[in-house]
């Protein structure tokens, strides 16, 4: 097997579980209590032209039902995305901690993954500049384990109490709902001003990482230092990391806001897609481990979330491989019903008392009653534990168990004792704790900018470069100047330089003097400029063609690419077949005009003589090139489809000429003649680094 697994797993036992609700409605259609029907189209009436009848109990239920189908969307990360899978230990960290789903090497776990953003509503663009959660559910022998993290180490505020406040700040704004899923407004702006705290995660949320390609292509953090508990009750402090296999990879701004019209849905069917074809996503579950007696031995505090503990100090110790390989049956009944809570722990993994946490650990359980409609939301199929579910709690809405027996307390002796107090419980770490009741923010908490300069100091250039345009595009929305002012204020504190570029893009005053001298110290392993660049697996490529295309060329070219797992979809300007050069013809997968280039990873001209006179005095092909060369994407031609780039606005490049297998200037791949492996190998070395990021595209009119 490869690296990357393909195989559909056998059933597992969270699979056989849900088996046994799902319901493919093919019977004859009935009423929810099971009588027949046999019209559904024509309400019962006096009379074919009369009033409707109160007595069509139908037609009553029918509407009641459908009247009641919504239900709250998540206060936060209202739109997302879930896909089954499983989590595998490598190896047993029974040293560290004694949950069952960490130390059997064996044991393939269950898991439900949804991914999320922010800030939007559920029907909110995928593409938007926000944070991406990424919340597993360990369905375990022990009980439901939830590990709710985000895509960036960091939050943007250190307690709990004052998560509404930031909630209200990012939303859109209360008077007329505007804008939507956007943080490029006054009030987010005004809130990180006056709170500082947020700098840090700020400088996360203008990176690129807040625009990832795929889900398939993004970190996982479980962002607060948590507690590993062995069976010795020894505690180690740990930070969770999720890799994904593929690297990390983001998307270029001014491509994301186009993917929000031409793909809402880009993230979430990338997701659904690539599971589908058997390309299933894969993360490696990473841990920062950290014996107690090391709690102090940094310049911040584990216990503040807005900091990371740099893996050049705390190395990453790769743990077990995650692998998503199922889609839902049902959005609504899984991906939406689906409810994490911090507090879901199995023995072997407790908290710490970072503020932030303890809140949490209240407001997801909190959450779910008003969402989910009540206390029995454990029983929804998605949530239900493989673990034995036995207590004394009964009754509210929607109970689904038959409780049998006298007895529904403890201790009893009338239902011989039962449920009984177990083996192997959960037992809490039994910390120490001492304090008087204060409101206080602990004296550790108060430095807000050092990591932030970190984060700016481990980017390359064009992830500082994009950081930069970003803060301008942001800060540049707000229309209150002095909420400008007081953001730029801050960066000076991160770093001079960044403070005065952004403010020369948003017409306030740069500050003169440096106000906090930048520390120099950085942490190469936050820059995605150093992730994985070494696979095209599944990366979606255009080939664009039109009649009198070299079809023997694209078949080859398509089948090169798919030995390393990437996609070829032939487009043209219209669906159907096209007819080559050689007599033969050529499927096309998408007429141009229904795609465009942002969907794509790559963009590549087929050969054939007519079909590139066409394209060259195509518009719309045109700009799929000119477009994909602005985004930092690779662009090739084969053969007399070079001729199509010559067409193209494009800045001047080297371009094969007669006779050349293979020349490739700024990432834009041509081949002439000849041999055309040479011109494979430079495509796909382009296509694995993702973007090429040092291209000059300022006088690319796309
Ligand atoms: Fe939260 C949802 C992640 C701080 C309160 N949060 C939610 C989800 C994720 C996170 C991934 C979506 C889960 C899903 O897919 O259903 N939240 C985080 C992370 C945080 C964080 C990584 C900081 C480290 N959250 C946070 C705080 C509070 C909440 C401080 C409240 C005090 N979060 C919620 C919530 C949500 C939620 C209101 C909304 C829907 C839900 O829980 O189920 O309870």
Redesign the pocket.
């Known amino acids: 097997m490869s690296e990357f697994s393909r195989d559909q797993e056998a059933a597992d036992e969270k699979d056989r579980q849900l088996d046994q609700v799902r319901d493919a409605s093919d019977e004859a259609l009935t009423t929810n209590t099971g009588v027949r029907v046999d019209d559904t189209d024509n309400s019962l009436s006096a009379g074919e032209r009369g009033p409707t009848l109160m007595e069509d109990f139908h037609f009553r239920e029918k509407i009641t039902h459908f009247d009641h189908e919504r239900i709250p969307e998540?206060?936060?990360?209202?739109r997302?995305a879930?896909a089954y899978g499983y989590f595998q230990v490598y190896e047993s960290m029974a040293r560290y901690t004694r949950a069952d789903f960490l130390t059997d090497p064996g044991l393939r776990t269950p898991v439900f993954v949804?991914?999320?953003t922010?800030a939007g509503s559920r029907g909110s663009a995928d593409t938007v500049r926000d944070?991406r959660?990424?919340?597993t559910k360990f369905y375990t022998r022990e009980g439901n384990y939830d590990l709710?993290?985000?895509n960036m180490p960091?939050?943007f505020?250190q307690d709990?109490?004052?998560?509404?406040d930031f909630?209200h700040a990012v939303k859109p704004e209360p008077d007329n709902e505007i804008p939507q899923a956007q943080s490029a407004h006054d009030t987010l702006w005004d809130f990180v001003g006056l709170q500082p705290e947020t700098l840090h995660m700020m400088m996360w949320l203008m990176s690129d990482r807040a625009i990832p390609r795929s889900y398939r292509m993004m970190q996982g953090?479980?962002?607060?230092t948590f507690r590993l508990v062995n069976e010795r009750g020894e505690g180690t402090f740990v930070k969770f990391h999720w890799t994904p296999l593929l690297g990390t990879h983001s998307l270029v701004w001014d491509e994301t806001q186009k993917i929000g019209g031409k793909d809402p849905d880009f993230n979430r069917r990338d997701l659904w897609d690539s599971i589908e074809r058997g390309q299933f996503p894969e993360y490696e579950l990473g841990m920062q481990l950290i014996p107690e007696s090391k709690e102090f031995d940094f310049d911040f505090d584990l216990l503040d979330?807005t900091k990371i503990v740099p893996e050049e100090q705390v190395p990453v110790t790769p743990v077990g491989k995650m692998v998503l390989n199922r889609n839902p049956d049902n959005f609504f009944a899984e991906t939406e019903q689906?409810?994490?809570?911090?507090a879901h722990v199995v023995p072997g993994i407790d908290f710490t008392n970072d503020p932030?946490?303890q809140?949490?650990n209240?407001?997801?359980l909190?959450?779910?009653l008003i969402?989910l409609g009540g206390p029995n939301f454990q029983q929804l199929p998605v949530n239900r534990p493989v673990a034995e579910v036995s207590n004394n709690q009964r009754d509210g809405y929607n109970q689904h168990s038959v409780h049998r027996g006298r007895t529904s307390y403890f201790p009893n002796s009338l239902g011989s004792g039962c449920p009984y107090l177990g083996e192997a419980p959960y037992t809490h770490y039994q910390e120490r704790v001492d304090g008087a009741k204060i409101r206080k923010r602990s004296e550790s908490f108060k430095d807000h900018y050092s990591q932030a300069t970190l984060f700016l100091n481990s980017l390359s250039d064009p992830e500082r470069t994009h950081l930069t345009s970003a803060f301008q595009f942001e800060l540049g929305k707000c229309e209150t100047m002095e909420v400008r002012e007081r953001v730029v204020g801050h960066l000076n504190h991160v770093d001079h330089t960044l403070a005065r570029a952004v403010a020369q893009g948003i017409g306030v005053t740069p500050p003169a003097a440096e106000e906090t001298p930048n520390h120099g110290r950085s942490s190469p392993a936050l820059s995605q400029a150093n992730t994985r660049m070494d696979t095209v697996y599944s990366r979606q490529i255009a080939v664009l063609a039109d009649e009198g295309v070299d079809a023997a060329g694209v078949t080859r070219f398509r089948e090169a690419m798919a030995v390393q797992g990437a996609a070829v979809e032939v487009l043209a300007p219209n669906d159907g077949r096209l007819s080559a050069a050689d007599g033969q013809t050529l499927a096309v997968d998408r007429a141009l005009h229904t795609m465009s280039s942002v969907l794509y990873d790559a963009v590549v001209v087929a050969g054939g003589a007519g079909s590139a006179a066409s394209l060259a005095g195509n518009g719309l092909a045109l700009n799929y090139i000119a477009e994909a060369f602005k985004h930092a994407k690779p662009v090739a031609a084969l053969q007399e489809g070079v001729g199509v780039l010559e067409a193209a606005p494009l800045p001047r490049l080297r371009l094969a000429g007669d006779g050349d297998a293979a020349v490739a200037d700024q990432g834009v791949i041509t081949h002439r003649s000849g041999d055309p492996e040479e011109f494979y190998t430079a495509f796909t070395r382009a296509l694995a680094g993702h973007r090429v990021w040092d291209r000059q595209t300022a006088a690319v009119p796309a």
Do not use: C
């Open positions: 998540r206060v936060v990360h209202a997302g879930g949804r991914f999320s922010v944070v959660g990424f919340a709710v993290g985000n960091v939050f505020i709990g109490i004052k998560f509404p909630v953090f479980g962002v607060h979330p689906i409810a994490f809570h911090t932030l946490l809140a949490r209240f407001s997801y909190d959450t779910q969402r």
